[in-house]
């Protein structure tokens, strides 16, 4: 999936049916803290089997729910883990155990580099069954074939790369080699060694290292937690390993890794409440939506054969300001609804709305007053000075970031040349939208 930046929701040629979202594996801090930010109310449920550590810390310190499910499903048996260090002897005799039951293997890779040379070995091992290749760089249509073909039994071996980690339940595949784990995260060797094992049958997974002599100590402490959790429903317990190795990661930030054993618990506790205390400090207050005012003395007329298009213009106007006073997502959706059933609105439709969606945003930065003096943008806001420098750090467009500054409890821009209303209204609308994308979920709400 992918997200795009968030001042694009708010454009009118956006198409808004590619912001439905699904329950997706992997998604990353960026992700969870954008979907987080549609809604000012909106219920986070996160599911994982191997948590990343700072997730698992929020749990289990009390700053997150958390519930475990522990409970396999009938008649699953765990899965036999062998770690070794690689030879061509242990692969061939894995995968003729595999094929001499009537099942079928994965052969897993941390690179694609490599896989057309594990093909030639293979062939020249199996000749008489059928391999191939599946990575993400292959084409679409082809790698489709390849998968409904394995599903189907007709390949016997498929050689891949870390594609295969999440969503394939192929209950004759029981057999996985992974080569080179030391390549691989803790919760990615979990995830592929979850592709077998998927009906009753006993699976197998074979995870091979080049030499221990030229492993980090981090990667045999990974290793060795995963031949101890070979049980079923071990992941919370893995990711417990896991974060014990990697640390708990920055709360607040996007980093999902730390030092936290080098700093001491104790010491890292005292920064945490330290850090908690200032978080007044960066915090915007939202104002209502009805009380903000927009001085631009700018009036849009509609076309008559738009309003003739309309069932009730009226009507229509009133739920717009509705949407709008209610919260982004509404204004949001009223808008797709609009376009869905009477099509792309005309220039002075689209100017209304965008003065919608100006005060929508101005009322969730905090800003009361927003107005113009020649070539002067004032918005009159509660923003303390902190703040702002904090999210126009983070904009995405230089050109806004370099025309703000703040003063007293006004945020100014002074533009170039004066612009007609209208073209200033569109600057002001793209410039709160780079504000309103750039403040991140804890400040924002």
């Known amino acids: ?67 475990l499910i522990s409970t396999p499903p009938p008649e699953r048996v765990p899965i036999r883990t062998h770690l070794s260090a690689y030879s061509k002897e ?12 009537g099942g079928q293997t994965f052969y897993v890779l941390p690179r694609i580099k490599g896989l057309e040379e594990v093909e030639e070995f293979l062939q020249q091992s199996f000749p008489d069954v059928e391999i191939a290749i599946a990575h993400g760089k292959q084409y679409s249509k082809q790698l489709e074939e390849t998968m409904e ?26 057999t996985i080699i992974v080569q080179d784990v030391q390549q691989f995260g803790l ?60 640390g708990f990661g920055n709360i607040f930030g996007e980093q999902q890794t730390g030092d936290v054993g080098n700093v001491g618990i104790d010491l890292f506790f005292e920064m945490l409440f330290e850090c908690l205390s200032k978080v007044e400090e960066y915090r915007v207050i939202s104002v209502p939506y009805q009380s903000v005012q927009l001085d631009l003395n700018i009036n849009p007329h509609l076309p008559s054969e738009y309003i003739n298009n309309l069932d009730n213009p009226m009507e229509i106007i009133n ?15 009223f808008t797709e609804n609009l376009r869905r059933q009477y099509g792309k609105e005309p220039y002075s439709m689209e100017i209304l709305l965008k003065k919608l969606y100006v005060r929508r945003m101005a009322a969730d930065l905090g800003i009361m007053r927003i107005y113009a003096s020649g070539k002067m943008v004032g918005m009159k806001t509660n923003m303390s000075q902190k703040v702002f420098k904090l999210i126009t750090d983070s904009m ?17 821009a002074g533009l170039l040349l004066e612009l007609p209303r209208e073209q200033l209204l569109n600057w002001i609308f793209q410039c709160l939208a780079e504000l309103h994308a750039s403040l991140p979920a804890l400040i924002k709400y």
Not at 156 to 170: A, F, P, Q, R, Y
Not at 401 to 406: E, G, I, M
């Open 1 to 67: 999936m992918e997200f795009k930046h968030s001042s694009c929701f708010f454009l009118p040629d956006i198409d808004f049916h590619a912001y439905c979202f699904f329950a997706l594996q992997r998604f990353g801090v960026k992700q969870k803290e954008k979907i987080a930010s549609f809604k000012t109310s909106v219920d986070v449920l996160t599911l994982s089997a191997t948590p990343i550590p700072r997730t698992l810390y929020l749990a289990l310190t009390g700053f997150r729910d958390a519930s």
């Open 90 to 101: 242990k692969v061939i005799s894995a995968i003729k155990y595999e094929l001499d039951r």
């Open 149 to 174: 073909k394995f599903a189907k039994g007709e390949i016997k071996i498929l050689i891949c790369t870390n594609i295969v980690e999440s969503g394939l339940d192929i209950q004759n595949a029981n």
């Open 187 to 246: 919760a990615q060797l979990y995830q592929l060694r979850g592709r077998v094992g998927r009906a009753d049958k006993e699976a197998h997974a074979h995870l091979f290292y080049p030499d221990k002599s030229l492993l980090s100590d981090q990667a045999l402490e990974r290793l060795a937690a995963l031949e101890e959790c070979r049980d079923l429903g071990q992941g919370f317990q893995l990711a417990e390993r896991d974060m014990a190795i990697r």
């Open 319 to 333: 739920e717009a300001e509705k949407a709008a006073e209610k919260d982004m997502w509404s204004l949001m959706q």
């Open 396 to 412: 995405a467009s230089d050109v806004h970031r370099n025309s703000l500054n703040f003063e007293d409890d006004q945020i100014k």
